[in-house]
């Protein structure tokens, strides 16, 4: 087990990928010579060369687009996208190309892309440098949508989002980049848990909390000040956005009566929204209380001074936990 | 800024005045920055003010500016006041986009700036609606528009340059060619380097410019500016500049060398007219003292006023996602 970071785990995780498989590449604005703006490309460039990192110019709708003309022809592109603001010159080859081409090919085409997002707020920056825009690619068929919450998962899944066939959007929670864990680098992934399954990171028997990504740490947080109170949550790191798993969910809340989800992302029509509907149907009389959210106000992502006003914490999370106890 | 002079040397001294209030701004900032007093993402000017100063001499109030996230001194030559641009980079209400716009989003829509953006290439387009407004509503003025060499990669730039030249709209496209798109330098992010021929290919008078010296981007903008505004559709300045600076205040700077740094220095635009002026017996040392303990005394006014400066309520924040009133 090694200490890394989840910067670091993300950069041991895709030098494995492309020691692994020589057609596997890396392009993006800056990812070479720099070694990305949050350094997980760092020095990548330098051992596997300008051919296989490659440092574009400032052209995303160019980058996913090459990269869906390189995957056509059997490469494994790794697309960076700077910022989560700056993926929307890209949003056009995304939901219009890459994620329809497979589907319309009758599974005659495979576009094996990743592209990594960093997201989400809390680092004093802006708008468009702190947003959280999954839920748009969440809403589009064709996409597997994941977030990792910590380096041993980071570490991981993007070796699995590299070697899946499906074109993968990959988010970063770009706050918890210098967050750290042990990692296993000897294990290899095959021993991982899949990155399309969530994960019970605390088991309780009172309200399950649904999280991902940035949210994951404040939900862990949120739990050990709660069972210090009595109230034993359950904290589930969904890790696939889209799809869900929906099983392991199911069985928590049916298990609890009681679902919280939290996010940084907008509760209006958030994932959030899809899974209280999903919740509420299937789980339907094992409930004690409605589904309730957690996420960001909606307004455009605030300025740095009041951002922790606008972001999700362990009060904000807690005072749902309290809600849903008093139905 | 101030106008005080009138003949040819008043008015130099006036350009002179102009840049260094803006060197001044910045090297405050990256005080302030360093401190911990201003949060955020912040990119400096310093460098490349001649092109700021130099362009807005060839601009009436009427004309319309569009900037990007580098535009602390295309704001200040703008004429928004001193304190509203300070305050606004403390993220405070007294701020000229009330706090919520940052270091990147300076706004003042009354002086007709109409922003930064920390889009690269994002504002483009806005350009081109603007100018499409002066000429279906036949009112003869400019819109001027600041971006950098990076963002000539982007399809945003290419749909306007084609928009612009089609319909003969009255924009003066201000490229501010610095070398670098953050740590990518212009040959590796351009097919054609040579910027002005790219825009000419548009079918618009295109031409580079000496972006170090303040009288010669004066004199290129004022014949740009003239035509534009007499009907002569979009016209091009490529504008050869350098930023001293780090991209922003993160930045390790590993993709240029100290001595290229240097040797642009030399060239300060600030000094290179002080200079000129001084050999003409146009200026004295004890005038330029006296314009820099000036500067510094508004600096400092405008600093302990944004520093006491409230900052908008939490509760206002859900304010202005709507246009007030009954839909
Ligand atoms: C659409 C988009 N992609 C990427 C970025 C990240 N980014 C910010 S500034 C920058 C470099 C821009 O270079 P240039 O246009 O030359 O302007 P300069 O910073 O040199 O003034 C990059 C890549 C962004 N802000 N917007
Ligand atoms: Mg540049």
């Known amino acids: ?327 | 800024m101030t106008r005080s002079g009138t003949g040819d040397a008043a008015h130099q001294l006036d350009l002179l005045r102009d840049m260094m209030a803006i060197r001044q701004f910045e090297e405050r900032c990256a005080e302030l920055y360093s401190a911990g007093e201003i949060r955020g993402f912040v990119h400096l000017y310093s460098g490349e003010e001649a092109v700021a100063v130099g362009v807005s001499q060839a601009l009436t109030a009427d004309d319309s500016v569009v900037s990007t996230y580098r535009e602390h001194g295309h704001a200040l030559v703008r004429g928004l006041p001193l304190d509203a641009v300070m305050a606004e980079m403390y993220g405070k209400a007294t701020g000229c986009s009330g706090g919520r716009g940052g270091s990147m989003h300076l706004f003042d829509a009354g002086r007709r700036f109409y922003g930064g953006n920390a889009i690269v290439g994002g504002g483009l387009p806005l350009a081109v609606g603007l100018a499409l407004a002066d000429k279906m509503r036949g009112i003869s003025r400019v819109t001027a528009c600041f971006f950098g060499d990076g963002a000539v990669a982007e399809g945003e730039f290419h749909e306007s340059m084609n928009l612009a030249a089609l319909w003969n709209l009255p924009v003066l496209f201000c490229c501010e060619n610095n070398r670098y798109a953050m740590g990518t330098a212009l040959e590796r992010s351009h097919s054609q380097p040579n910027l002005a021929l790219r825009a000419a290919s548009y079918g618009m008078p295109a031409w580079p410019v000496d972006g170090m010296d303040v009288l010669a981007v004066e004199r290129s903008a004022g014949l740009a500016a003239e035509a534009v505004r007499s009907g002569g559709g979009p016209h091009f300045l490529e504008l050869r500049t350098y930023r001293f600076r780090a991209h922003s205040m993160y930045d390790p700077e590993l993709y240029r060398d100290k001595a290229e740094v240097e040797r642009w220095r030399e060239r300060d635009p600030i000094t290179a007219l002080a200079d000129r002026m001084r050999a003409d017996g146009e200026v004295s040392d004890a005038q330029i003292t006296v314009i820099e303990a000036e500067l510094t005394a508004a600096l400092d006014a405008a600093v302990a006023a944004a520093r006491d400066a409230p900052v908008e309520p939490v509760e206002s924040l859900t304010s202005n996602v709507y246009a007030p009133g009954a839909v």
Not at chain 1, 9 to 26: C, Q, S, T, Y
Not at chain 1, 36 to 44: A, E, H, I, P, Y
Not at chain 1, 140 to 159: E, K
Request: proline share 6%; aromatic share 8%; with cysteine.
């Open chain 1, 1 to 327: 087990m090694t200490v890394l970071t989840l910067s670091r785990a993300l950069n041991e995780g895709l030098r494995k990928a492309m020691e692994n498989d020589p057609k596997v590449l890396i392009m993006g604005e800056d990812v070479g010579k720099l070694g990305g703006v949050f350094r997980v490309t760092d020095g990548l460039q330098k051992d596997f060369g300008e051919d296989r990192v490659m440092d574009t110019p400032l052209a995303e709708s160019g980058i996913v687009g090459t990269a869906i003309g390189l995957a056509l022809r059997g490469y494994r592109p790794v697309c960076e996208i700077q910022f989560d603001g700056f993926i929307f010159p890209a949003f056009d080859q995304i939901v219009s190309q890459l994620a329809k081409m497979p589907y319309r090919s009758g599974g005659v085409v495979k576009l094996p892309i990743v592209i990594r997002v960093p997201f989400g707020g809390g680092i004093g920056a802006v708008e468009h440098h702190s947003e959280s825009p999954e839920v748009f690619f969440v809403h589009t068929s064709g996409l597997r949508v994941i977030s990792c919450g910590d380096p041993a998962d980071g570490y991981a899944m993007i070796q699995q989002a590299i070697s899946s066939d499906d074109p993968v959007l990959f988010f970063e929670p770009k706050r918890r980049y210098w967050d750290k864990t042990e990692v296993d680098l000897a294990g290899g992934v095959a021993a991982a848990l899949p990155m399309d399954r969530a994960r019970t990171l605390a088991s309780g028997t009172d309200v399950t909390v649904l999280c991902y990504g940035p949210m994951v740490r404040t939900c862990m947080e949120a739990a050990a000040a709660a069972e210090s109170e009595g109230r034993s949550i359950e904290v589930i790191d969904l890790r696939s956005l889209s799809p869900l798993d929906t099983e392991t969910i199911f069985a928590s809340v049916r298990k609890t009566g009681r679902c919280v989800v939290v996010h940084e992302a907008p509760v209006t029509a958030g994932l959030g929204a899809e899974i209280a509907a999903r919740v509420t149907q299937e789980c339907f009389y094992h409930l004690e209380a409605p589904v309730l959210r957690v996420g960001g106000y909606s307004t455009p992502y605030p300025p740095a001074r009041i951002e922790e006003h606008y972001l999700p914490d362990l009060d904000r999370v807690l005072d749902a936990v309290d809600r849903a106890f008093a139905y």
